[in-house]
């Protein structure tokens, strides 16, 4: 019977150069960057930000690859989502207040204007996450369509959902309403996407044109339909990747099936995609916040620090690639921030969000290897695996500072490497899993 065993965790740092890494486009800002969207050769953004790299604005800025600089007159309110659809870009955000109503705004090159009527929420609360708030654009043809949290449009009962026809707002069936089960009793749809001929909305809401949902519901252009048993929480991003449906949010069951803030879905029902991510520190609130596709990748952003592939635990925060096969954790992510905003721009993803609503962040990510390529990089090897008391590590350089450290992240032990090999005597350590750090610089994975 074995007293100390330790299954192989190789918890890496490449040393030299790297062709992957992030760098700080902007770390000051008084608020948190919600999205981009790419208009006419620049980067625009929007958040709850009115202050960000030292330019003044109204929660909207674009950005030229060397400048920030406000848009127009902005908006008064904390946006949102910014959406580029049929030639014109949009910006809805948050309403504070209960007697204003929101709107749909469209960009006429110098500032925003209003589209149509507005939007009203007739039970809304003052302050804040209970307003009538819009989150996101899509368009379904032909025409835009915004959803919110807002029960009239101008005069008209619309709920939660509503179209352009070209000349005014109107509904799609009966739209949306109700919470999920266990869930704060407020209604609002968060982000939608175009799957084949379907119009795909996802968000926290119970029911759509009056069927049960839980979350994500689909509209085929005349009535709607559920998709399986939707979620046990809300679903804040949608996408469609290699043909096929993924949400992401801060769920962990659709049905009976157990998940972790990502899903698939497989024809007839939701499914573990084989990636889920989540915060280590189980006092943390863990979740995925936006789905895009860029270069054939499927980039997942949100609050998490460890993204599991099968057996395999990733050291990553805020933002992660999958392509098809494998997770790609960006070189471990963006250390001690939170990520919601993701754009590709001038062939760089761009990454936005902060620590909270009270300061900004927006890095870039300059990538031209793969995570395989990157491992096989690395040549050292750790012998035995596992182990009971003794481990050698082969293939590390001179004077290389090798460390072990727990699964919390605490160094354990730290020893220096005399020559290519060293021994490590693991004897006083607790049987568990343990990490095993060469070096000190840029690339984190874990492993089993």
């Known amino acids: 019977m074995t007293k100390y065993i330790l299954i192989l965790a190789l918890f ?31 980067l625009y953004a929007t958040g709850f930000f009115t202050s960000l790299c030292g330019t003044t604005n109204n929660h909207i800025v674009k950005w030229d690859g060397s400048v920030w600089q406000p848009v127009g007159t902005g908006n008064p309110n904390a946006g949102h989502q910014l959406k580029y659809l049929g030639n014109h870009l949009y910006f809805v955000g948050y ?57 009239r449009v101008g005069n008209k009962a619309i709920s939660g959902i509503m179209q352009w026809n070209g000349s005014v707002w109107d509904s799609l069936g009966s739209g949306l309403s109700g919470n999920i089960a266990g869930t704060a009793p407020v209604m609002y749809p968060h982000d939608m996407c175009q799957w084949g001929t379907d119009l795909i909305v996802a968000g926290n809401f119970l029911k759509a044109g009056g069927i049960t949902v839980n979350g994500i519901a689909r509209w085929d252009g005349n009535q709607w339909h559920n998709l399986g048993a939707g979620f046990n929480g809300t679903v804040y991003g949608t996408c469609v ?49 936006t789905l895009k596709v860029f270069n054939s990748k499927l980039y997942i952003s949100g609050g998490f620090d460890r993204v599991i592939e099968g057996s395999t635990v990733h050291l990553g925060q805020g933002i992660c690639a999958f ?75 001179k004077e290389t500072l090798v460390s072990i450290l727990s699964l919390e992240g605490k160094v354990c032990k730290t020893v220096q490497a005399n020559g290519s090999e060293i021994s490590i005597d693991l004897s006083s350590l607790e049987a568990g899993i343990y990490l095993v750090k060469i070096g000190g610089k840029q690339r984190r994975l874990v492993k089993k």
């Open 95 to 151: 309403e504070p207040t209960v007697t204003d109503s929101n709107w749909v705004y469209q960009y006429g090159g110098t500032d925003f204007f209003k589209k149509g009527e507005g939007v009203y929420l007739t039970n809304a609360v003052s302050g804040g996450s209970q307003t009538a708030n819009l989150y996101a654009l899509e368009e379904y043809n032909g025409n835009i369509i915004a959803c919110g949290e807002f029960n």
């Open 241 to 289: 990747f290699n043909g096929e449906l993924y949400a992401g949010g801060d769920f962990t069951m659709s049905g009976s099936t157990p998940l972790k803030c990502i899903a698939k879905w497989n024809g007839s029902a939701w499914v573990d995609p084989g990636f889920r991510m989540y915060y280590n520190n189980s006092g943390y609130y863990s979740f995925v916040h």
């Open 323 to 397: 392509d098809g096969t494998t997770i790609d954790t960006l070189s471990g992510g963006t250390l001690n921030r939170e990520i919601e905003g993701i754009a590709l721009y001038n062939g760089e993803i761009y990454a936005g969000g902060g620590i909270n609503n009270s300061n900004s962040y927006i890095a870039k990510y300059t990538n031209t290897a793969s995570l395989d390529e990157l491992e096989q990089q690395i040549n050292w090897t750790i012998q035995p695996n596992p182990i009971e008391t003794n481990c050698i590590i082969s293939g590390i350089e």
């Open 12 to 42: 890496f740092a490449l040393i030299g150069n790297s062709s992957a890494q992030w760098t700080t486009v902007c770390g000051t800002g008084n608020g948190f960057v919600d999205n981009f969207e790419v208009f006419n050769n620049e």
